[in-house]
Every structure is written in structure tokens, then in C-alpha cells.
């Protein structure tokens, strides 16, 4: 079974640029989340989404952070414009169901610089 | 908005022992409670999940309780090898993460 595909693996970008990530979950997989994680700390979770709807997404920064899942599959996030303090690992996660206690697959995630 | 705290950012220990990692939270009840591995650059991997229903379970080498009173989850990895260091991270839920215990094994 293929595990949760996420690129690119690195991008350094400058302040004030955008940039986007994507995410391709295991396949049949219902649940989506897209995490941020700065270096020293835990994943902070910014948006979960169900098939192809958002169930939350309480912690995306929205005034600079969207996201989107089409047809219920893929999935991208994008900062636009980013902050020196986007700089982070993003990672992006799938599970069967939502809620009902079912483990997480998290991808390698995508690793950002901003300069 | 739910808090919650792993202690000591790291913790060495001689290959052989028990490791006792703590989770606490504050300002929700989740329904359950998960454990993961994360290595260097890599993704975290789902270890065990715990329902609030139950007090304990088992995985091999590992332990996770579950106090609801207390609010405290307790991971326990016996006979550590040193293969078993990484860094360790409670979960409430998919919702939030604690920062995480790094444990190093030593041989």
C-alpha cells in the first residue's frame, strides 16, 4: 500500500512570496489534515477536511493560508504571502474515517524556508 | 483551547530499561488519546491509541495508560533498545500535539 505522497520535499522562498504544497493521500482514504510543525514542537493542526469538505480549519491563518481538496482527493495548501515565521515543516496526514479513532498516516512532509 | 504537556524534553536511559514518558491535558476530554514515533526529517508513525473507555493497552514493548481524572496519559517502552530512540508524541485526538519527549537509548 502507498503511503501519503507530499511535494516537494524542500522549498526556500523570500518573504512576501507564495508558494504551495501538495498532497496526495492513501487511497480511499475519507480524512485529510494538513499540519504545521516549527522545529522544537508538536504538529499544530491547520485544517481537516472530509471527502471534499472542511470539518476545520479553526487554526488556518486565513487572511494568508487557503486550502483546497478537489474531488476529494488530492490536496493543496498555500501561503501567499508568506512570513519569516511560515518557516516550518508541513505535513500533510489521511485516515479512513474521522473521529472514530483511527490512526493517522502522515506523509515525509515538505520542509520551508523563508529568507 | 485544549493544552497539552509532555515532560522533559529528553530523556537518556540505559539500554534494558523502562522509559516512562508523560502526557497531561487540560481544557478537553477526547474521546481518545493516540502515540506516535517521529524520526529526524521523517513524518510521524502512529504507535497505539487509547479510548477514554479503557485504562490500558499494550503493543509488544509498549504501554499507554489512560487516567481521565487526572487528565494524564503515561507511555512506558520496556526493555529499550537503542533502536528506540526517536522522539515521542502524544496526540489528543488528530486535534493537538504535544511538543513531544526525545529519548535516547544508550547501548
Known amino acids: 500500500e502507498a503511503g501519503v505522497a507530499q511535494s516537494p520535499r524542500y522549498k526556500i522562498i523570500e518573504k512576501r512570496q507564495s508558494v504551495a504544497f501538495w498532497c496526495n493521500p492513501i487511497?480511499?482514504?475519507?480524512?485529510l489534515y494538513w499540519y504545521q510543525q516549527i522545529l522544537g514542537q508538536g504538529p499544530k493542526l491547520l485544517i481537516q477536511?472530509?471527502?471534499?469538505?472542511?470539518?476545520?480549519d479553526s487554526q488556518l491563518p486565513k487572511d494568508r493560508f487557503s486550502a483546497e481538496r478537489l474531488k476529494g482527493v488530492d490536496s493543496t495548501l498555500k501561503i501567499q504571502p508568506a512570513k519569516l515565521e511560515d518557516s516550518a515543516v508541513y505535513l500533510c496526514a489521511s485516515s479512513p474515517e474521522q473521529g472514530i479513532g483511527t490512526e493517522a498516516f502522515f506523509g515525509q512532509g515538505t520542509r520551508l524556508t523563508v529568507v | 483551547s485544549q493544552k497539552i504537556e509532555q515532560n522533559s524534553e529528553a530523556l537518556n536511559i540505559q539500554e534494558g530499561k523502562t522509559a516512562t514518558l508523560t502526557c497531561n491535558y487540560t481544557?478537553?476530554?477526547?474521546?481518545?488519546l493516540q502515540w506516535y514515533r517521529q524520526d529526524p526529517g521523517r513524518g510521524p508513525v502512529f504507535l497505539l491509541l487509547i479510548r477514554e473507555n479503557e485504562k490500558e493497552k499494550r503493543k509488544e514493548r509498549l504501554k499507554v495508560t489512560f487516567d481521565t481524572t487526572l487528565k494524564q496519559s503515561l507511555f512506558h517502552i520496556t526493555a529499550s533498545q537503542p533502536a528506540d530512540s526517536a522522539t515521542y508524541l502524544c496526540?489528543?485526538?488528530?486535534?493537538?500535539f504535544g511538543a513531544g519527549t526525545t529519548v535516547t537509548v544508550r547501548a
Open positions: 487511497s480511499g482514504h475519507a480524512t
Open positions: 496526540a489528543l485526538e488528530e486535534l493537538s
Open positions: 481544557n478537553y476530554s477526547p474521546a481518545y
Open positions: 477536511f472530509q471527502n471534499n469538505g472542511v470539518v476545520d
